[in-house]
């Protein structure tokens, strides 16, 4: 248990790395979903670019999604794009550089899948088999003398050699060959673009754009980093005021019975510091509450933190007012008090 707590632990501490690792599953699981689907052309002339078409695209498409929603960092990218400006404008630099960061990872299931399906060649042939060039390939002699309809009949049904009845016209293995030569040259290809891309965006770019990106890359990180302080937070105090709410319902239901167990305790002599420990315990957590102690105040914190988060310069902010609005004049000036207690 504990190994396994170590590694979540880990991963939790290495986002990027956890995300990375996640696409890398992701992609390895898209080719064995290819590798595992049991691909049906339906061998019409009607149906085949479309069916082709919908194997190709959809299944991206689901992937990207699913890399989208997987993220931790879709819900902080719509949270910052739709608050409120309040004292904290919002970088459209940044939120490009996180929606970016997003799409990059997001990508790679997507792409590995198309890739793998091009390099496959079974959706190509499908959806290309009555574009095969018969006076090439074939008996170019009887192609005239057919109706376009009854010729692309005979070619839809390439793809399916249960059903083929075409070799007097053009031999099966022929346009299977030329098409998958195509579909694979094709998937080289758009595995080399792909990859081509991926090291001009990630090497190149910021080379061009270095402050820009130091820029974005910095306030990307800080407002997660804000994001998780904040929660953990409020996560730290919802506990305290849980504890100090179910400690205060006890003392209301069980006081005669805490009068009783405090006589006990003066009468015991040595056991009478328990009471000291418990109070000491409740101010404790009673600190740990920052002077929130009901409901309609922690929603009013609430709600002033996403309408008005605070501005980005420390030590220089002003007076809030009751609405959470910086006051306007002169600071008034602090005075500090010491205090001391004496051990007796």
């Given at each position: ?21 996640i ?99 079974k ?14 390939l074939g ?25 083929y ?44 754009t ?5 820029k ?15 929660d ?77 988060k605070p ?34």
């Amino acid at each position: 248990m504990d190994k396994f707590r170590m590694i979540f632990q880990f991963l939790q501490s290495n986002q990027e790395s956890f995300m990375n690792g996640i696409c890398g599953i992701m992609a390895l699981a898209s080719a064995q979903m290819y590798s595992a689907f049991d691909f049906n052309c339906p061998c019409l002339p009607g149906y085949n670019a479309a069916y082709s078409a919908g194997i190709l695209l959809a299944p991206p498409l689901v992937l990207f999604l699913l890399g989208l929603v997987m993220n931790n960092n879709v819900s902080m990218l719509a949270e910052e794009w739709k608050r409120p400006p309040g004292r904290r404008a919002k970088d459209p630099a940044v939120l490009r550089y996180m929606f970016c960061s997003m799409a990059q990872r997001a990508l790679i299931a997507p792409v590995v899948w198309v890739a793998v399906t091009l390099l496959d060649g079974k959706c190509f042939l499908c959806a290309f088999c009555t574009a095969v060039p018969v006076s090439l390939l074939g008996n170019g002699s009887l192609v005239p003398g057919l109706p376009p309809p009854e010729l692309a009949r005979l070619l839809a049904r390439v793809p399916c050699p249960e059903i083929y009845d075409g070799d007097w016209l053009l031999a099966r293995e022929v346009a299977v060959r030329y098409l998958r030569c195509i579909s694979q040259a094709l998937g080289w290809s758009f595995v080399l673009l792909t990859t081509l891309l991926a090291f001009v965006v990630r090497s190149v770019r910021p080379c061009f754009t270095q402050a820009a990106f130091l820029k974005s890359k910095y306030w990307s990180h800080y407002i997660d980093i804000e994001r998780k302080l904040f929660d953990e937070t409020c996560t730290e105090h919802a506990k305290a005021f849980a504890k100090v709410c179910i400690q205060q319902f006890f003392e209301a239901m069980n006081h005669d019975l805490e009068l009783g167990h405090a006589h006990g305790a003066l009468a015991a002599g040595p056991t009478g510091s328990a009471a000291p420990a418990a109070t000491e315990g409740a101010d404790e957590e009673r600190e740990k509450l920052r002077g929130i102690t009901d409901q309609g105040t922690m929603n009013r914190l609430l709600t002033s933190w996403h309408e008005c988060k605070p501005p980005l310069r420390l030590g220089q902010e002003e007076p809030l007012v009751g609405n959470g609005w910086a006051g306007g004049g002169p600071r008034p000036s602090r005075k500090e008090v010491a205090t001391y207690f004496s051990k007796v």
